[in-house]
């Protein structure tokens, strides 16, 4: 692996680790405000979208690390893991962007189900993300720092996948399964990842 490529998946790493810390801890101030049956409003929605842009530029770096050290025989779930992820992050950074800038300047701002930029945001997270995180699963090896990593990056993945029951069904109380996956999970997953890293550094 090389030691721009590691380098690179640590910070990533990292960056999500926090970005899913800021983002649980600001999702808890708009439950504070708005609770559990009103809508999340700005200015709590728009930290929270910002946060998710953040978190989508750290998934690529992330995910192109993990590439980056997949074995031969294994290269093709990197490339895989790579694509989707960058399908993730342009979906739901053209979601946010377009939430953030044209939408509020219309009038609007604010994704509520059922809509279509909703489901563009959940195709990223839920399908997008859930593919990314097994395949790049399928990468790590090893039984040392690899092994919690791998099992968690899976779990995290298979979550994500199981909350497309949600909005297939119409019933959004059971996408809070991805919603698992991705909010708390994934913030998991990336402090093993950044153990990973930091031993192939030493």
Known sequence: MSSVANRLGRWSSISLVGIGVGYLLV???????????EPITDPVLAVMEVLTLLAAFA??????????????ERKVFGVLA???GALC????????FVE???ARQLGGGGIVWPSRAYAAELLAWDVFLGLALICAAAVLQGDGP???ARRALFACGVLCLLGTVGPVVGDMRLQLVGVAGYAVVL???AF?????FARSKG
């Open 89 to 96: 992050a342009g979906t739901t950074s053209l979601v946010h």
């Open 192 to 196: 093993l990842l950044a153990r990973v």
């Open 100 to 102: 953030l800038t044209a």
């Open 146 to 148: 690899e092994r919690p």
């Open 187 to 189: 913030p998991v997953a």
């Open 59 to 72: 998934l690529v770096g992330l995910v192109a690390a993990i590439h980056d050290r997949a074995a031969p």
């Open 27 to 37: 999702l808890a101030w708009g439950v504070s405000i708005h609770g559990l049956d």
């Open 82 to 84: 790579l694509v989707f």
